[in-house]
């Protein structure tokens, strides 16, 4: 991924001490803890965000001329748990009433709440807004804020396929295989989202848009590289994929209307069609054979289920507030670019 540009002082000391060769640098960890206290919070600030998004890029897609080798060095490693530990306490703390809501014995059949707490989760509607009234710009906007993450959909979960046995396993399996296109490259999802990228005018290059995402954004894909990464948070590994499932469905099929509403053809779509008809299964499959299968093998994991489910339904309305605040007032939703730096690929 190219190097994108620093938001404050531990990202620019990241930026600066990862181009070079690898060697003990014990002050990344340090860099990462001040970092953490002075941030208000540390899912919405920018600095804190872009440097987990690097450190974690090493694990996934590697960064431009830094060494592979990175990934391993202790004082890497060492700063990336501080930001990951800082970003796990904060989503606890923010969900902590949710999941103690659904938690109480009479609620216990998991795949039934998970199903309730998703319908429910209304935030803010940027489907039915992009459905509706949204400009092309504004829909322009929008594929740029999913990019990092749907250019690279489904890897964060991929993770927890080794940690798994038996039916959870097993069903994890095969919705991941149709993320993936049952191993068709022209049917992964992935790669539908490059199309519909191409066929906005927009670059499909992953990463390119990096330096236009807010930290909101940026707390999704960091929050489900974080769950997918560590064997520990499988349980909330899995209840946030379940929640990504069972919210999609339905936003799916108003997105496709207004990439058609706004002019865009069935190929810039095609990704969004295929949501509509394929989420309604994988959420049935997520929920009840990858979530119930999981507690049902390992009970103690049922409250990092809710915490997954909750922490993704979150950030989400998070991320579609802040969007949908700032066209009310006229703005736009991205940071602001370079000059002369436009969406459009040939920027
Ligand atoms: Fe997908
Ligand atoms: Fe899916």
């Known amino acids: 991924m190219r190097l994108p540009r620093p938001r404050g002082l531990l990202s620019s000391r990241l930026l600066s001490v990862l181009s070079g060769p690898v060697r003990r640098d014990g002050g990344l960890r340090d860099a990462a803890a001040t970092a953490v206290q002075e941030a208000g919070t540390v899912l919405s600030d920018d600095d804190v965000q872009l440097g987990l998004v690097l450190l974690q890029e090493l694990s996934h897609d590697g960064l431009d001329a830094v060494d592979d080798s990175w990934e391993r060095s202790a004082d890497v490693v060492d700063a990336r748990a501080v930001l990951e530990d800082a970003v796990e306490a904060e989503l606890r703390d923010e969900v902590a009433p949710a999941v103690a809501r659904w938690l109480p014995p009479a609620r216990l059949d998991l795949a039934e709440t998970l199903f309730e707490v998703t319908d429910a989760a209304e935030g803010p509607s940027l489907a039915g807004h992009l459905q509706r009234q949204a400009t092309r710009p504004q829909l322009d906007e929008f594929l740029v804020q999913r990019s990092l993450l749907q250019l690279r959909e489904a890897d964060a979960h991929t993770w927890l396929i080794p940690r798994l046995t038996g039916r959870p396993k097993a069903a994890l399996v095969e919705v991941q295989s149709d993320e993936y296109g049952g191993g068709r490259l022209e049917a992964m999802h992935q790669q539908l989202y490059a199309n519909t990228l191409r066929e906005a005018g927009l670059d499909p290059e992953y990463g390119s848009y990096l330096d236009r995402l807010p930290a ?132």
């Open 216 to 347: 909101t954004t940026l707390a999704g894909s960091t929050t489900a590289r974080m769950f997918g990464q560590q064997r520990r948070l499988r349980g909330a590994a899995a209840g946030h994929l379940a929640a990504v499932e069972a919210t999609s469905s339905l936003p799916n099929r108003r997105f496709a209307a207004a990439v058609r509403r706004l002019g865009l053809g069935d190929r810039a779509a095609a990704y969004f069609d295929e949501h509509v008809v394929a989420d309604a299964a994988h959420e049935q499959v997520v929920v009840r054979d990858l979530c119930g299968g999981l507690v049902e093998q390992e009970p103690a994991l049922l409250e990092d289920v809710l915490f997954g489910a909750a922490s993704c339904l979150l950030l989400d309305a998070r991320m579609a507030t802040a969007v949908l605040d700032a066209w009310a007032a006229g703005e736009s939703s991205l940071l602001p670019a370079e000059p002369q730096q436009r969406l459009g690929a040939a920027s």
